[in-house]
């Protein structure tokens, strides 16, 4: 009697996927927003493009609605208080989208308001002129105060539009460094000043220069004070760690963003 062969046993294993996992750089794209909800913070993208926006309604588009309407003929008065309509908007739709308003919202719509309520009670344009001083200046004490914190207003703004990495380093030497905070210090102290000489310069220019002028001279004025702060800062910041900083800065990174 022949012997019947055993049929060889079937593998039941279950079949293995050729597929690599995603690179830890490189997250899925359908966990990515999950990540980023999870953090509880702004990608550094997003945080520009929103910068840019406030930057275009609250300062480009006030300048052509001034010039637009008094090309159309309109009075001077009506021209500066209908410009404060931009800002308003931004604020409101803003504070729609995400359900709350932030400090810099209710600071800007103080000083709109404030501004706007002065303006009602007199018929001189240049107080309405005027006015754009009050928010330099209240910005550049804001920042002064800031000093006497835990971390001054500057350090806070910048590493909120940095890299991750990056922001993460200078958190890191914030913590470790001295010599880091020194620096930073002194910056951000240059930087209130700025902007309160800044609010000087427009009071002189409201009462002094044609009415007519004041607006365009003012986003020139502040074109060129940010250009001098930022790249003044900077100078500073890279001449102190060439001089006084290869033994105590902590990162070539730290170096190479200041």
Known sequence: M???AKPPPVNRQSPVVDHQ???PDKPPPDKLPAQERSTGQVPPEKRKRAVAGMIGIDLVLPFAIYYGLRLAGADPWLAL???AVGPLVRIAVTTVR????????????SVLAIGTAVGMFSADPRILLARESWLTALIGFWILISLAGRRPILFEATIAVMPADAATQWEHDWGTNPFFRKIFRTMTLAWGIAFILDAV????????LPIDVVPIASIGLLLVMLFAIVYGTKFYAGRKLAADGPQQSSSAETRGAL
Do not use: C
């Open 201 to 208: 310069a427009r009071v002189i220019m409201a009462y002094t």
């Open 81 to 83: 208080m209908l410009g």
């Open 21 to 23: 996992p995603p690179t």
């Open 98 to 109: 995400t359900r709350r308003i932030d400090r810099l919202g209710v600071f800007t719509l």
């Open 2 to 4: 022949k012997r019947v």
